[in-house]
């Protein structure tokens, strides 16, 4: 059992907000934020580099920290600065021919489809979307039919930005393995909200960032690469930390996946990383979940119940992110309203999954990602205020909006 109230109060936002954003980036426990400002600290008293030296112990054990945390070996870590560059450097450090496929989800991220579309381009390889099944998930069926030997990669998002939706991660891996296609998982929401084990889902590469559901710093993220995969994989970019300057005309690639890392980093950041996956594994990471998935069923109840309220989180299996709109307001008000409340959340468009959204004839829709940290109570509220938005109507909404940033200014 998760003592709520311990793991509450051991979190200095959830007195000052309700935060809704989780997948945007959660609130940091104070054992995350006292490691990253002790750093900084350190820093400003003795020095920056001479403060890392000190701190060399702690920026290791947060490679084994994450190595834990997603069933990894820590040489199979690489520290980056973002989930992002993570994913590319996996992606873009694999060497594409014309005319070689790529398989990805209706539910990619558009930084991801952005890059496919840019190697296409430039290698001719060509971009291709698996269809959903009933669920509204990539249909495992669909993807085994569209395997033939140009298929160099399968690259889906285990956890969509814009939805309750989690994908058949394993089964997709189980496909990839079979077919010995490449395997690139975007965990970015995944990682901290759900179990995810690099084995048992039989990825190749796995990209996170810090801030989301694992509850780490900004600016943090990560890489995984399959051990016997590193030594295959060249970087797109390289420097004097990923690589060694052996002789004036050779470079040696170092054996470990820190390849994919770059020199200068914000180690502060990094120490709160592993703290933040520490915390996550003493939390529980099946507890943690089995909480927040059932508190989110629990909001999405409450809103589909709302006059107008209409719930769009596809799946068989759904997560910690809601998503929903209500009939005749706009997304935006909604969410400036509950701002006005303390109520943090946000808004995907149709910009950051556009193959899924179009296809649902979606332009906006309100997200609301709750962690276990969160409580009944404070659905309760959420729904409150979306009542009394109702009550009061848009107009008399951006009137008060309208008064208070007014005062505000004053
Ligand atoms: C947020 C997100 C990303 C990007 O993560 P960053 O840390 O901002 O680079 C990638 N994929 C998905 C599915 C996301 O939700």
């Known amino acids: 059992m998760l003592d709520i109230e ?16 989780n997948a945007g980036a959660a609130l940091m ?6 490691a990253v400002v002790d750093h900084l600290e350190l820093e400003a008293r003795i020095g920056g580099y001479e403060a890392h030296d000190a ?24 520290l980056v600065e973002n989930a992002t560059r993570a994913w590319d450097m996996a992606f873009y450090s694999i060497p594409f021919q014309p ?12 930084s991801n489809v952005i890059s496919f579309l840019q190697v296409a381009r430039k290698t001719g390889a060509v971009v291709e979307v698996v269809p959903n099944d009933e669920h509204g998930q990539l249909s495992v069926e669909a993807l085994r039919a569209m395997l033939d030997e140009r298929v160099k990669l399968i690259a889906v998002s285990h956890i969509p930005t814009n939805g309750g939706l989690i994908q058949p991660a394993e089964e997709i891996g189980r496909v990839a393995r079979e077919a010995g296609v490449l395997y690139l998982l975007d965990a970015c929401q995944s990682v901290g909200q759900i179990p995810v084990d690099v084995r048992a889902i039989g990825c190749d590469m796995l990209s996170a960032t810090g801030r989301k559901y694992l509850r780490g710093p900004r600016g943090t993220g990560f890489l995984y690469v399959r051990r016997s995969l590193v030594p295959q994989l060249e970087p797109v ?31 502060a950041g990094r120490i709160g990383l592993g703290v933040a996956a520490d915390y996550a594994l003493s939390v529980g990471i099946e507890e943690g979940a089995a909480r927040l998935r059932a ?11 709302l006059p107008g309220g209409r719930v769009h ?5 759904r997560g910690g992110i809601v998503t929903f709109t209500l009939d005749g307001i ?17 808004i995907s468009t149709v910009a950051s999954t556009r193959f899924d959204m179009e296809a649902r004839g979606l332009d906006k829709i309100v997200r609301a990602s709750v962690h276990y940290y969160n409580t009944e109570e404070e659905i309760d509220a959420f729904i409150d205020a979306l009542v009394d938005l109702r009550r009061q109507g848009p107009e008399a909404v951006h009137r008060l909006m309208a008064e208070r940033a007014g005062k505000r200014k004053v």
């Open 6 to 21: 311990r793991l509450r109060e051991e979190t200095p936002g959830c007195s000052e907000v309700i935060h809704f954003n």
């Open 55 to 78: 701190a060399l112990d702690k920026v290791e054990h947060t490679y084994q920290a994450v190595a834990r945390l997603i069933g990894a070996e820590p040489d199979e870590i690489a």
């Open 295 to 305: 508190l989110a069923e629990l909001l999405r109840q409450r809103v589909a119940e």
């Open 237 to 267: 970019l390289l420097d004097l930390h990923a690589a060694t300057w052996v002789a004036p005309d050779r470079y040696e690639v170092r054996g470990d996946a820190r390849r994919f890392e770059n020199w200068e980093s914000y180690v």
């Open 99 to 110: 005319g070689d496929r790529i398989l990805t989800s209706v539910s990619e991220y558009a």
């Open 29 to 34: 426990p104070r054992p995350v934020l006292e």
């Open 330 to 346: 706009a997304p935006e008000t909604i969410k400036d309203y509950l701002a006005s409340k303390r109520i943090n959340v946000t």
């Open 313 to 317: 989180d596809l799946g068989k299996e």
